[in-house]
């Protein structure tokens, strides 16, 4: 039996997760999925993080000044979409997909216009990941159509989320005891 791999958003107060919530206008900078591994029998993350795409324990994943904002439970298992993408375990992080983004972002604002990230890679960066995997397993969620998954941002993918009752917020956060 699968773990039950749950959605997690989190802020920092360093000088990128500062830089993408100006851009945004959100309250988190960062997307990451989140469980209790049955084998290592410790809670690991799997995440696009300045490291690249990484599968790591969860308390060294999650570092100060990083703090989770808020987690979710999908209706139905992500492991599809993270079986899927498992062959870019251990690639280098989309650094220009981020910088790019900040194009993207200025875009939508001007014009109210999605445009695809105008730096084409085969990275990713976190949001794009967590999208991904959520497309891949058949919960893309609602209110995203018009956004292409290399220019979902952290924000505006926890804004789907949030409305969409495919999702259930969990209180209190992650808890792996």
Not at 74 to 88: D, K, V
Not at 103 to 117: D, G, K, T
Request: contains cysteine; glycine residues 8%.
């Amino acid at each position: 039996m699968d773990a039950e791999v749950k959605i997690c958003f989190s802020r920092s107060n360093t000088l990128l997760g500062e830089a993408i919530r100006s851009f945004t206008g959100g309250r988190v900078n960062h997307a990451f999925l989140a469980w209790m591994d049955p084998q290592f029998q410790i809670a690991v993350a799997l995440g696009a993080n300045p490291n690249g795409l990484t599968l790591s324990p969860y308390a060294r994943f999650l570092k100060p000044p990083e703090q989770v904002v808020c987690v979710f439970k999908p209706a139905s298992g992500l492991w599809p979409g993270i079986r899927a993408l498992a062959p870019l375990l251990d690639t280098p992080y989309d650094y220009g997909g981020v910088i790019a983004m900040s194009a993207v972002e200025l875009v939508h604002r001007w014009l109210r216009q999605w445009l695809p990230n105008p730096w084409p890679s085969k990275r990713m960066f976190c949001s794009e990941y967590v999208r991904r995997v959520l497309k891949l397993s058949g919960l893309d969620p609602c209110g995203l159509e018009a956004v292409p998954v290399s220019s979902t941002d952290p924000a505006r993918l926890l804004h789907a989320v949030e409305a969409d009752e495919r999702f259930t917020l969990i209180k209190g956060g992650l808890s792996f005891e």
